[in-house]
């Protein structure tokens, strides 16, 4: 029912930004939580950054409160997560989202719809 493409990724020096995109397809997506994941080698998938349908409501992992911000823009069917002060360990594979609440999209089990992914390289 919903089809997830990611794009953005790539390689930064430390300290350095990117913003990575994840445009979702069908007519409903403003009814759907967004939420962002990464996973480096070797690690669990761990969750980043979530965001409800309307916008409002968004949640961020502590490791990465204050240097990242997710936003959605319903009317284009994308979610962001701009990510500022990159850190070395910030290097992992960004995946996004989907699940019917921002409580669902935050896990990994209960997240119902998923990227394909998009690597973040982040050089000391």
């Known amino acids: 029912q919903v089809q997830l493409v990611e794009s953005g990724g790539g390689l930064v020096q430390a300290g350095g930004s990117l913003r990575l995109s994840c445009a979702a397809s069908g007519r409903t997506f403003s009814s759907y939580a967004m939420g962002w994941f990464r996973q480096a080698p070797g690690k669990e998938r761990e969750r980043v950054a979530a965001i409800s349908g309307s916008g409002i409501t968004t949640y961020y992992a502590d490791s990465v409160k204050g240097r990242f911000t997710i936003s959605r823009d319903n009317a284009k069917n994308t979610v962001y997560l701009q990510m500022n002060s990159l850190k070395p360990e910030d290097t992992a594979v960004y995946y996004c989202?989907?699940?019917?609440?921002?409580?669902?999209?935050?896990?990994?089990?209960?997240?119902?719809?998923w990227g394909q992914g998009t690597q973040v390289t982040v050089s000391s």
């Open positions: 989202a989907a699940a019917r609440t921002i409580a669902q999209v935050m896990g990994v089990k209960t997240s119902d719809y």
